[in-house]
């Protein structure tokens, strides 16, 4: 049987997402009301994530961040930019990626480079200290998932963090589940960390989103705080 990842058409996700408006609470599809509880969720899991790695920056801000998938530059106006002191982005949707040109946080140049490509061919140019990476993954297959994966560790800073923040499988049978709608896969905690490992990364944390409104019937949603594996 073929895996449920082989049926994603990046053809037919930019088809999508290239229909929707764009403004921040469409990147959050029929829930913009989420976007407060998400932002400050993100606050508080990285906040523990400082305290707890070694290494990681524990207070301050970073130097240089990356919003991967970054639509609109929602994340990265609502928390990235105040934990970071320059944040480039990565997004596919010229049209998305034009909002973030025009923005007043480029015009103060704390958005820095702009990639209008999708993740599964950006090539970093540069090292980062947090790399952070949300409710984009989906549209990747595994194996490039894995290989995006691996240029986010080779771009890390020593000292450097990336976080992965994605829906979880709700599958009866414990599968990933394809969307047909924007051509994507929602996959189990167990897969992210088969391809997490693959990559060579450590999970170091991995914490639910709490604050999501029950009545919302929304899918879960994961943090994965990654640092590269040491090597005995």
């Known amino acids: 049987m073929a895996s449920t990842d082989s049926k994603i058409n990046h053809a037919a996700s930019l088809r999508y997402w290239n229909s929707v408006p764009a403004t921040p609470g469409s990147m959050l599809g029929d829930f913009p009301s989420v976007s407060r509880i998400d932002l400050q969720g993100s ?10 790695a070694p290494g990681v920056l524990s207070e301050g801000k970073f ?11 929602r994340v990265t106006e609502g928390f990235l930019s105040h934990v970071c002191e ?4 990565v997004e596919p949707i010229a049209k998305f990626t034009q909002v973030m040109q025009d923005s007043q946080l480029k ?12 993740l599964e061919s950006w090539v970093p140019d540069k090292k980062y200290d947090l790399i952070w990476v949300q409710w984009c993954v989906g549209h990747l297959t ?13 771009a890390l800073t020593p000292d450097g963090l990336m976080v ?33 490992n693959d990559a060579g990364m450590e999970v170091i944390k ?27």
């Open 43 to 52: 606050k508080n899991f990285l906040a523990k994530v400082r305290r707890l």
């Open 63 to 73: 130097k240089q961040g990356l919003d991967g998938g970054a639509g609109v530059g």
């Open 86 to 89: 320059v944040v480039d982005a």
């Open 107 to 118: 015009r103060e140049g704390v958005i820095g480079t702009i990639y209008t490509r999708g």
């Open 142 to 154: 595994d194996s490039q998932l894995v290989d995006f994966t691996v240029r986010c560790r080779k």
């Open 164 to 196: 992965v923040k994605e829906n979880l499988s709700t599958h009866f049978s414990g599968q990933d589940m394809y969307d047909a709608q924007d051509s994507s896969v929602t996959r189990t905690d167990a897969k992210f960390r088969q391809i997490f």
């Open 206 to 232: 991995a914490e639910l989103q709490k604050g999501f409104p029950k009545s919302l019937n929304l899918m879960p949603v994961q943090f994965y705080a990654l640092r590269p594996k040491v090597l005995n």
